[in-house]
Each structure stands twice: as structure tokens, then as C-alpha cells.
């Protein structure tokens, strides 16, 4: 479970760069994987992580995962759609220079040159008062949820999430 956050999975090796997650090992992605052998794991998982690399890193960041799934593996990513609902709109405000585009065609090529199958789902999340709303997005971006907050008017926060799955053959 790579960049786990506050979200450790069970049976998995939780790995996060910062020191106050509940993570297992505290290193960062690139470390961990340099560390595993070839053809070792049976499952990996990250979830919004790769929305935080540029491309160059994310491709390498593929690749790593490439080589340490074993044959039958599976490897799973969770990213936001950048192109759909409020919340999109946010995350390209709080991280302008990884999400320029807005186009879901050119977020699902990325993965699709790298043998990725997409299943979109769309979602909402409401809050039930403005509290729990700054709670979410003070988790989600603590470097600058207040002016995010500023530009949010309603309790109801669209998006869409794509769920991208290959299995290493």
C-alpha cells in the first residue's frame, strides 16, 4: 500500500514518508521499491499517490512496480479524475503543475501506455456542515486548504475516481 496517508490496509506493507501516518515502513515509494526484490509482490496498491508526481516520476514510479510484481500479480492505482466535479476543479488549484490537464482522454492515455484498464466511477461527497467539509480538505491538502475553502460555496463536493487494474502476465 504505497503513500498509505492515515489509510493502512490490512495484510499489507503500509508505506508513507511521513513520520506521524500509521504506516509500517516511513520511506518514501522510490526507496521502498528499490528495496524488493524482483517478482515479489503479489498485489500493489496506491491510492492518490500518483497524482502527486510529475510524469517523469510516474513513469519511473510504473516501472518499479512493474519489476517487483511477480507474474499474476496485480496492480491497482486510485486517482482522481481530473476533468470532472468540484473536487477536480480543487485539486488542480491546489497542484497546478501535476494536473494542467483537464482532459480525462489524455489522464486515461498516460495509463493506457502503460497497459492500465480504466473503470470510472463517479462519486459525491457531502458533508454535513462546513466543520466536515475544512476537515476534508484540511486531510487532503494541509498545505493550502484555507484558500481551497474559500472558493467552496456548497456541501457537496462531485467527482469522478478511475480505478486502474493491470495484471503482470
Known amino acids: 500500500n504505497v503513500a498509505c496517508g492515515n489509510y493502512p ?3 499489507y ?16 515509494a522510490f526507496t521502498f521499491l528499490g528495496e524488493q526484490a524482483t517478482d515479489s509482490a503479489t498485489e500493489i496498491y496506491a491510492g492518490h499517490f500518483l497524482e502527486h508526481l510529475d510524469k517523469p516520476d510516474a513513469d519511473r514510479f510504473l516501472a518499479e512496480c512493474y519489476r517487483v510484481l511477480q507474474p499474476g500479480g496485480h496492480f491497482f492505482v486510485i486517482d482522481v479524475n481530473p476533468g470532472v466535479g468540484e473536487y477536480a476543479r480543487i485539486v488542480r488549484r491546489a497542484y497546478p503543475d501535476i494536473f494542467q490537464a483537464n482532459d480525462q482522454r489524455d ?3 498516460f495509463f493506457a501506455r502503460h497497459g492500465f484498464r480504466c473503470h470510472a466511477v463517479s462519486t ?8 466536515a467539509l475544512e476537515a476534508v ?3 487532503d491538502f494541509p498545505h493550502c486548504w484555507r484558500g481551497l475553502a474559500d472558493g467552496v460555496t456548497k456541501l457537496e463536493l462531485t467527482y469522478a475516481i478511475s480505478v486502474y487494474h493491470w495484471r503482470k502476465d
Open 124 to 131: 459525491a461527497f457531502r458533508a454535513p456542515d462546513r466543520a
Open 107 to 109: 489522464h486515461e492515455a
Open 137 to 139: 480538505l484540511r486531510m
Open 9 to 11: 490496509l490490512k495484510d
Open 13 to 28: 506493507v503500509n508505506v508513507d514518508l511521513d513520520p506521524t501516518t500509521p504506516a509500517d515502513r516511513h520511506v518514501d
